[in-house]
């Protein structure tokens, strides 16, 4: 067959390699969306001040957030809602952006994204069952008024004395919020075991 003749390319051929080029498009442009959003967040609820207009705070002073009146209400919102947990939304957000932008086989990180609320349920739990520092000037713990109405809950159900209750709580949270971190942002088994080994080696250097 000369060069100027057409190929006839079986259809399911042509379709495999249209499917695999659109799923490449999405993944990249899903990364690429990923990152600005983690960028967005991260500036919000780093420039985030109590003072600023929001949801519960109606006042026309001048605006710290660096994305303004939107960046406020997002930073707020999150603040309250889950407390410290929210430095965390971004952090998630950079790990899956770099998955889909550098990874060639990154569609599974997708079936984990789904367990990003478990793990902010854990974590703010734990977050609450901490003695706030001498600085928190809010009425709400650590963990936001999420962490803070699930633990009333569970400390209602105390099978024992109440301060070791909330200490195994606090346990079990931390626990499930260390595997579930890892797990959501999309550390695969061999990851894991090397980044625990190198730091293990590190520790063992200090010691």
Request: charged share 15%.
């Amino acid at each position: 067959m000369s060069f100027l003749e057409k190929a006839d390319y079986p259809d399911s051929a042509t379709k495999e390699y249209s499917r695999t080029f659109l799923q490449f498009i999405f993944l990249k442009t899903l990364g690429i969306t990923l990152l600005a959003l983690s960028l967005f967040i991260f500036l919000s609820i780093v420039t985030y001040s109590k003072n600023d207009p929001s949801f519960r705070n109606a006042n026309d002073g001048e605006i710290a957030n660096f994305f303004g009146i939107f960046g406020s209400h997002l930073a707020d919102s999150l603040h309250v809602a889950i407390g410290i947990t929210m430095f965390t939304v971004p952090v998630f957000l950079l790990a899956w952006s770099i998955r889909f932008l550098f990874s060639n086989s990154s569609s599974y990180l997708i079936k984990r994204i789904v367990l990003l609320p478990v793990f902010i349920a854990f974590f703010s739990i734990f977050l609450s069952t901490n003695n706030t520092p001498y600085y928190w000037s809010f009425e709400y713990g650590l963990g936001g008024i999420f962490g803070d109405t699930f633990l009333k809950k569970l400390l209602i159900y105390q099978p024992f004395e109440i301060n070791q209750w909330l200490q195994l709580i606090a346990v079990i949270c931390l626990s499930f919020s260390i595997f579930l971190f890892f797990l959501v942002a999309g550390f695969r088994k061999h990851e894991a075991r090397e980044l625990i080994r190198i730091r293990f080696e590190h520790f063992m250097i200090l010691l």
